[in-house]
């Protein structure tokens, strides 16, 4: 692209985002202003749910005029995560739940939502905006090696799971039809040992849905063989996540998949992305609602009339950040630095370090007094924890940043393992909006990726380029 050109597309570009984080903002400002001041904790919730639904509608809207692939973007992909945690499901009717909140708790919690999405849409114009990424600046990369890639990954990422089982995928199977938690291959909150340390690298798992979807982009650089394996791996990897029972598991390697696939197709039509979208929304909502009972009960008590819900449920995260506005700081001081510290560690096997803090000094089970292994809150909930409402703003503001770098690595790529690379950072993307302590662990397989190309890939590269006899090391 030539350089004049590229600087006239980039401040059209840039444009079209200020003109959208304005539309956004001041949908967020009115509805965190007209919140009713009355009547049941749900209604707050659901004019909330329509007010910033409308508001992120009409923001994509505008930068959707800038073509389909000015959509596949992270920091937009974190505004719609955000909205589906949070809002999403009180769009719905929610007559019989029972919250607990005053009404003064439901509007704290709602106005320190809108203010992670005023700061993750403020964030991204701090980082100046630029069409191109050394980071990611690599060549182009043979078919063989991205299905190699894809065989090592499926290896690697499900060695934990058949060294459980002594590798018979049959027992693998059975198992992954068992209630949760029940599996061989299951971790320890708290586990040290090899086994856990081998479910670490098991990460890998999620390199397989990007790969996979690169390889269904150019499915005429593959043999029918290796797309028919790649299509038995997926199939796999999407079951395990099924029967998994995590649901942003599930969503995000349909995200990630889908991600890599658009990336690499050449034309993209909007009405065939509309449609696939929502089939793929529309999915995802009738697997979370199935997942909840097949999770308990796994396949031999699983029954499709107790799978069927009265409403929409999510995770109800709207609810405990509510809760949290409550106890922070009245009961419980704020966390500060200690949720940062625990970002940073978190990727540490314990096995390397016997004594790793093993948790929060205050969690959001203990506030919310339940005895379930992990409750979510959001980055939202965890922020808040830290620093309140002006916490919530900052850490926003540096997910939003965060995501505008690393929209720079996927931005006029050209060779299809940079838009890899840059699809497979939809799983930190996407996780770290459920969870930011997860972050420095979900972006560990992008790592990963990252330094395959880096140190094998352009290495074999260069060796195409000047190929040097065995001997004497002189160019042939």
Known sequence: MPIGLSREVNKTAGRARLE?????????????????????????????????GVSLTVATVVEGLQGVRSLIRVDLLMLWVLYG??????????????TGLTVAAAKNGTIATCLGFAGLSIG????????????AAFTDVQPRSIFALFVFATLVGYFHILWAVNFDPIEMIRQMLLPRFQQSWGRERYGGDISALLFEVGALIYLIPPLAGLMYARSNDF??????????????????????????????????FFGAYYLNKQKIKFWKLALQGGGVVALLLVASQLMLEFRSAGATNFSYSNAQRASVYIDRNLIVISRLTEVFPDTYDFLGWDIPYHILIHPIPRMLWAGKPEGLSVTVE??????????????VGESYMAGGMLGVLLAGILFGAG????????????MPFSQLLYASGF????????????????????????????????RASRRRTHPLTSSGGKEV
């Open 20 to 52: 959208a984080t304005a539309v956004l903002l001041i949908g967020l400002a009115a509805t965190s202003i007209f919140l009713p001041s009355e009547g049941d904790v749900i209604s707050i919730f659901a004019f909330a749910a329509i007010g910033v």
């Open 85 to 98: 945690l949070t809002f999403f499901e009180f769009l719905f009717p929610q007559d019989a739940l029972d």
């Open 124 to 135: 991204r114009h701090l980082v100046p905006f630029r069409s191109k990424s050394k980071f």
């Open 223 to 256: 043999s029918t063989l290796q797309r028919a394996i790649v299509t038995l791996v997926l199939l796999l990897t999407i079951f395990y996540g099924f029967t998994g029972g995590t649901r942003n598991v599930l969503a995000t390697y349909l995200i990630t």
């Open 366 to 379: 203990s506030v919310v007094g339940t005895d379930q292994a992990t409750i979510a809150s959001t980055f």
């Open 403 to 414: 995501g505008e770098m690393w929209n720079r690595v996927g931005r006029d790529a050209r």
């Open 427 to 458: 799983f930190c993307a996407a996780i770290s909006m459920r969870s930011a302590l997860w972050m420095s662990v979900t972006m560990l397989p992008t790592l990963a990726l990252w330094l395959y190309g880096k140190l094998w890939l352009s």
